[in-house]
C-alpha cells in the first residue's frame, strides 16, 4: 500500500476532526445515541483491524532489499526500507499508518463518551419527568400540599378544576 503526500495530508485533517469532537463530547455539546454509536464503534473497529494488518504487513518491508554492493543500489535499498519502515513521524507507511491508528483509537474513545454522555442525559431527564409525575419535583408544588413553604417557588398554586 502507497501512501501520498495527499493521502498523509487527509490523515492530518482526521486528525484535526477527531481532536473537535473530542473537544466537543468532553464540554458537554455533544452526544450520541447509542444505536447510532455501536454502529460507528463497529466500523472504527474493522478499521483499526485494517490498520493493524497494513502495519503487519509493513514490517515485511521494512527490511533492505538486495539491490546489489554498487552505490546506487544500496542507495535504493536503504531509501525504500526507510519508505515502508520509518517511524521518525516522515512520510514512510509506518509514521502515516502509526499516527492514524492513533486517531481510530481516540475516535472511538470520543465516541463512547458521547455514547455515555447520551445515556447519562437520558437518565437525568427521566428522573426529572419522575420528580414531576410523584410532585417531588424541586419547582413543583402542587396545589394543596402542606409540606412545602408558600413562598417556596413552584407551579399550580391554585387547585386547577376539571376544565383546565
Do not use: C
Amino acid at each position: 500500500m502507497m501512501v501520498s503526500i495527499g493521502e498523509a495530508a487527509t490523515f492530518e485533517r482526521r486528525i484535526a476532526a477527531v481532536a473537535a469532537i473530542r473537544d466537543n463530547v468532553v464540554a458537554g455539546r455533544l452526544s450520541l445515541d447509542p444505536e447510532a454509536g455501536d454502529k460507528i464503534l463497529s466500523m472504527l473497529r474493522d478499521q483499526m483491524d485494517r490498520v493493524d494488518a497494513w502495519l503487519r504487513g509493513t514490517r515485511q518491508l521494512a527490511r533492505r532489499a538486495p539491490l546489489g554492493r554498487n552505490p546506487v543500489g544500496q542507495a535504493m535499498a536503504v531509501k525504500f526500507e526507510h519508505r515502508a519502515g520509518a517511524a521518525d513521524g516522515s512520510l514512510s507507511l509506518v509514521g502515516v499508518l502509526t499516527p492514524y491508528r492513533l486517531v481510530l483509537e481516540e475516535a472511538h474513545a470520543a465516541v463512547d463518551q458521547a455514547m455515555k454522555l447520551y445515556r447519562r442525559t437520558e437518565e437525568d431527564q427521566v428522573d426529572g419527568f419522575r420528580q414531576l409525575a410523584d410532585g417531588s419535583g424541586r419547582y413543583l408544588r402542587l396545589a394543596g400540599r402542606a409540606d412545602r413553604a408558600d413562598d417556596s417557588p413552584g407551579v399550580a398554586s391554585r387547585p386547577l378544576s376539571r376544565d383546565q
